[in-house]
């Protein structure tokens, strides 16, 4: 019964991620029906409009009526119109099973922050993305009920991605309930599951990125890894312009580590020749 069923529920779910994010196109930006649906990632404007409708029983045009009578934001920030050259910024609000404790998950991403990569500001972790269409930014700040993101994006064709990326790095989608069980049948683990219940595994947005670092992170202390990283981030980084400030580069492309020179990572020569090789694993 499970195996028959789970492609059907894998499938429900895609669906009415679709739908959400459709649904924040449609209130927060000025595109066009056709390409809020192309954007969603849906395949014709027929699943568009029936999706929107099983999911929201409203059609898309009705939702789009929510954004009527809103001005456009006295800050400035593009509302996704064709045409328009600046970066869309949405605000989303990524929904968790609780219980959830963020602490050790967030503390992770701020430890390790790679200076220009990611940081930690006002209670955010704020990270550069390299996305299909272009590169993105996106701030994530836990909250009682549920994580806020803001996201800057290129092309709104990137936002369903940069949602599924957020959420598996925030290792959202656990079942918080069955791990809490799970690990509290181990009497030594029993009292540290209750102390913190909701624990998280910090995971990552990019798999490259995530291997890479693990070489670069290997015998060596957090504050090192963090040097060496930024170190090639400044050196071999794409250069992007963060609208909110801080940020300066995407980490750097496999391809663009596949042939460092000897003077490119203080450390060990058979550490260097192990980037390299997994660079060019990874680009090939």
Not at 8 to 37: D, K, M, N, W
Not at 241 to 259: I, R, V, Y
């Amino acid at each position: 019964q499970v195996l028959t069923l789970f492609p059907y529920t894998t499938l429900f779910r895609s669906r009415a991620q679709r739908a959400h994010t459709a649904r924040v196109l449609l209130i927060t930006t000025g595109l066009p029906l056709a390409e809020v649906a192309f954007a969603a990632g849906f395949g014709s404007i027929r699943s568009f409009n029936d999706t929107v409708r099983a999911v929201y029983a409203a059609t898309p045009s009705a939702l789009r009526a929510e954004r009527r009578g809103r001005d456009r934001d006295p800050r400035g920030r593009s509302d996704g119109s064709p045409g328009d050259p600046r970066p869309l910024e949405l605000s989303l609000r990524l929904a968790f099973r609780r219980p959830f404790h963020p602490s050790n998950v967030f503390g992770h991403l701020a430890a390790t922050a790679v200076p220009g990569v990611e940081e930690w500001r006002e209670g955010a972790y704020r990270r550069t993305l390299r996305l299909p269409h272009g590169p993105g930014f996106v701030a994530l700040a836990p909250r009682a009920d549920h994580v806020a993101a803001t996201v800057h994006l290129s092309d709104p064709r990137d936002l369903t991605p940069v949602i599924g990326r957020c959420r598996r790095l925030l290792d959202l989608d656990a079942d918080p309930v069955a791990v809490d069980a799970a690990l509290s049948a181990d009497p030594v683990l029993a009292p540290l599951v209750a102390l913190a219940p909701g624990r998280r595994v910090p995971r990552t947005v990019d798999g490259d990125e995530f291997a890479l670092r693990a070489v670069l992170g290997q015998q060596v202390s957090t504050a090192a890894a963090r040097t060496h990283a930024a170190r090639l981030v400044a050196r071999y980084g794409e250069p992007v312009s963060d609208p909110a400030g801080g940020l300066t580069h995407l980490f750097p492309a496999a391809e663009a580590l596949t042939d460092l020179p000897p003077d490119a990572l203080a450390a060990p020569g058979s550490r260097l020749a192990t980037l390299t090789g997994l660079a060019a694993a990874l680009s090939a």
